[in-house]
């Protein structure tokens, strides 16, 4: 085993360092490198790993094995003397993160008696398992008005190991099924928790926590939130939005959701007019079309089969004839005659093998064509057919 010193514990906030190398060797086509001291956090306990460079080559892995950690390189390293640079800003955003959650977890469980089952830090969210089956929105925000509180009062959180017979002196949040040492993250006097990850300072460093939603999970709450630069970016956005729209429609951010409800309410009157004018023009089409003897061949480029469909009973509305529409790749087919064609007949027996697809009814049919020729063709026959069956 190989004793190195982990910097990311004793100086969370240690960014660069100089170093050298206990060891290099090749796997799988990557370079791994082991160093006296590190300040990359290898993946573990929820958190994942850091980034950074090492003499300028950037790492692509951190991992721990055998009690050592692992740091990943596209290539090797010439020199024995290392100059290590963390990538301060993703470091800063898991310390963030994690220290949120523990925050949160303690005071769902402070509050409310709701214990966290698990954790979740990615890169896009936060979350946490709590057992809770439904909780309320007045508990959700009681949780974040109390974590934010914490975060003002700017508690240190403190880190120490426990040996086994020292646990039961202090209220442990958890107990880990792990043996030997317990590595211990207080938040001082509020939360005494098991954990192996890395945190901020002090409280006050979360910055803000914020939830952003919960949705039911395997009978617990599943809570998303952010914290720290996360939460004032979210901020930022949503500012933004909240700008834009207010001068959108011309009104104050407090007026927003009044105005638009009032602009929904308007689109459906708006809605409803159009139908009704739509209507209204389908009546007159159809008087203009009757106005001559059927049967009738429409064209109706980049209408809907509704309106294609309206406009086929306004049609036999006025009149007994037979209606083909055509929509440019669909053709829809109505009669109301007596002793009329069998319009999902005909479809089955001369737009199928033509490669259409569709069918119908005696009185009532539809046929889409990929092919334009093939339309084309289909309607010829369609012509021919209907002109028999009326001369009759
Ligand atoms: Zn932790």
Redesign the pocket.
Do not use: A, I
């Given at each position: 085993m190989i004793a190195i010193t982990r910097l990311y514990y004793t100086q969370p906030w240690l960014q660069e360092l100089e170093t050298r190398i206990v060891s290099q060797h090749e796997e799988n086509g990557r370079h791994v490198v082991v160093l006296e001291e590190t300040i990359f956090y290898p993946t573990g306990?929820?958190?994942p790993h850091d980034l950074g460079t090492l003499n300028g080559v950037p790492l692509l892995d951190v991992y721990e094995t055998e009690g050592a950690v692992h740091h990943v390189l596209p290539q090797p390293l010439e020199e024995t003397e290392v100059r290590a640079v963390l990538d301060w800003p993703r470091r800063l955003d898991h310390m963030q993160q994690?220290?949120g959650?523990?925050l949160l977890s303690a005071v769902f469980q402070d509050e409310y008696g709701y214990k966290t089952e698990s954790f979740h830090l990615g890169a896009e969210y936060c979350s946490i398992d709590i057992t809770a089956p439904l909780l309320s929105s007045e508990e959700q925000q009681g949780a974040e008005s109390r974590a934010n509180e914490v975060i003002f009062q700017d508690l240190p959180l403190l880190t120490y190991t426990l040996n086994p017979d020292e646990r039961g002196e202090v209220p442990l949040r958890k107990i880990p099924d792990l043996e030997g040492p317990l590595r211990i993250?207080e938040i001082k006097g509020f939360d005494y928790?098991p954990?192996?990850?890395t945190?901020v300072e002090k409280t006050g460093q979360i910055g803000l926590l914020k939830i952003l939603r919960t949705e039911k999970y395997k009978g617990m709450t599943r809570v998303y939130f952010l914290c720290g630069n996360r939460a004032f970016g979210d901020y930022q956005r949503k500012h933004e939005i909240c700008t834009k729209l207010g001068a959108l429609l011309a009104v104050p951010e407090g007026e927003l959701e009044q105005r638009v409800l009032l602009e929904l309410e308007r689109r459906k009157e708006v809605e409803r007019m159009v139908e009704e004018l739509k209507a209204e023009l389908l009546g007159m089409q159809a008087e203009r079309i009757t106005a001559e003897q059927g049967p009738y061949f429409v064209e109706l480029p980049g209408a809907s089969i509704e309106e294609a469909q309206g406009l086929a009973r306004s049609i036999l509305s006025l009149t007994e004839a037979v209606v083909v529409i055509n929509l440019g790749e669909r053709l829809i087919l109505a009669h109301n005659l007596a002793a009329g064609p069998g319009l999902g007949q005909l479809v089955k027996e001369k737009a199928l093998p033509l490669g259409g697809r569709g069918g119908g009814s005696p009185t009532g049919a539809q046929v889409y064509f990929s092919d334009p020729g093939k339309l084309e063709e289909f309607l010829n026959v369609l012509k021919q057919e209907i002109c028999a069956k009326i001369g009759e």
């Open positions: 306990g929820g958190q994690h220290s959650q523990h993250v928790s954990c192996s990850g945190h």
